[in-house]
């Protein structure tokens, strides 16, 4: 495969840069503190196109590839994490499922707003007692002739707080398993939506995490994405999206923690030396730096085959679980190298440790990922 990006996506990926140094990362460690993602922000970033990135320009976005995206979603989580999962989620989820899925009324009702950053979305699977094991999810919605009438709770809702647009996963046939989950796009003013308290979280503190119940929720006909039952076939097409977009933001926030060890390893003296006189930091630089070309190489394959319509699902998953071990590997080698300093909150790299974990377990667990390649190796 040819890993070139173009003179465009080059281009898009340095106007990124530039953004995330001058407006993000100077506030990166405020957000963080304060747990909150900035209202102006999310309006340069939709004044930019970034909020309907890949979204098709006919309905308002910039009808950019995935790959070109992901450029942009590893510079902008390079100087905050927490802030790259906003978009990611919006994007790579809630954009692609209806620009996928929709028809043309719901893509002409939501995509317009969506990319202008009128309306963000949430992604609503996991449920306080269904995780990993999505098909068993229980949420449900029931036909009632001209709407159906929503019942449930899910969990760790990214963008919960602000969003205006939930795409949640319901069993309209709770017999069937998997096959009985339906896919709803929920408006946020809808009566009987609560947003629960904001989840205090380890790492990515600037991300809104919610708890969100439904509670004889009425869900128009006209807003059920796709077919009745279709809702676990397309939840596992989207999550291909999902987990590139988990690699990239993995591949973002390791480059920033290689970026910081590196320069601390050429300032701090220790026995007289800079420290990466020595041959045991050398070699934890090299190391980094190995897996994290390895891990860009992986996910920008899985990126351009899914631009190129071809199947990815074992490579999105291969490249998922490796970015985001090896961003908690090149993260805490980061902390490493830094010494104590690299434990308190002076030294971004702390920031880093902690943002980089939350990566194994969101879009699918590393052994979920696990799982999915080994499936798929054995199948043939
Ligand atoms: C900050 C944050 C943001 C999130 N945002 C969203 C969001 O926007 N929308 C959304 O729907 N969800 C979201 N999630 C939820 C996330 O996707 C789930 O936490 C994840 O899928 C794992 O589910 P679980 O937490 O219930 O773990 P469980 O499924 O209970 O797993 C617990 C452990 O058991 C392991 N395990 C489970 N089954 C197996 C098996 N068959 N074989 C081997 N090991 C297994 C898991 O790998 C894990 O180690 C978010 C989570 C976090 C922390």
Do not use: W
């Not at 699977?125 to 009438?149: N, Q, R």
């Amino acid at each position: 495969m040819d890993f070139k990006l173009s003179e465009e996506d080059l281009e898009l990926k340095q106007m990124a840069r530039e953004l995330a140094e001058k407006r993000l990362y100077p506030i990166a460690e405020e957000m963080d503190e304060k747990g909150e993602t900035p209202e102006e922000l999310i309006k340069e970033c939709a004044e930019l196109g970034y909020m309907g990135f890949t979204v098709p320009e006919e309905y308002g976005g910039l009808g950019m590839s995935a790959t070109s995206f992901m450029g942009v979603l590893e510079e902008i989580c390079a100087a905050a994490a927490g802030f790259g999962i906003m978009l990611s989620v919006h994007n790579s989820l809630c954009c692609e499922i209806i620009k996928l899925y929709g028809t043309e009324d719901q893509k002409k009702k939501y995509l317009p707003e969506m990319a202008a950053g009128e309306k963000i979305g949430a992604y609503c699977i996991t449920e306080p007692d269904a995780g990993t094991d999505v098909a068993s999810l229980s949420t449900h919605a029931v036909d009632k002739g001209d709407y159906y009438e929503l019942n449930g709770t899910k969990t760790y809702v990214t963008n919960g707080a602000f969003a205006k647009v939930f795409i949640v996963f319901a069993k309209t046939d709770p017999d069937a398993g998997g096959r009985g989950i339906s896919t709803f796009i929920v408006d946020a003013d809808s009566e009987g939506l609560t947003v629960g308290k904001a989840e205090r979280k380890c790492g990515m503190k600037c991300s809104d995490t919610r708890e969100l119940s439904f509670s004889d929720v009425k869900v128009p006909k006209e807003n059920l994405l796709g077919e009745p039952g279709g809702g676990f076939k397309m939840a596992v097409s989207i999550l291909n999206s999902g987990r590139i977009g988990v690699s990239f933001q993995s591949i973002g926030i390791a480059q920033a923690a290689f970026n910081e060890a590196l320069k601390y390893s050429k300032e701090r003296v220790q026995f007289g030396k800079p420290i990466a006189a020595f041959q045991a930091i050398q070699f934890k630089l090299a190391d980094m730096a190995t897996k994290i070309d390895a891990g860009r190489l992986l996910a920008y394959r899985a990126a351009m085959l899914k631009d190129a319509g071809e199947p990815c699902h074992r490579e999105a998953s291969m490249a998922k679980m490796f970015c985001s071990e090896m961003a908690n590997f090149v993260a805490n080698e980061a902390v490493q190298i830094h010494g104590g300093y690299g434990y308190i909150k002076e030294y971004p790299v702390e920031r880093y440790f902690r943002d980089a974990r939350v990566t194994m377990l969101y879009e699918g667990t590393s052994e979920a990922q696990r799982m999915v390649v080994s499936r798929d190796l054995l199948r043939e």
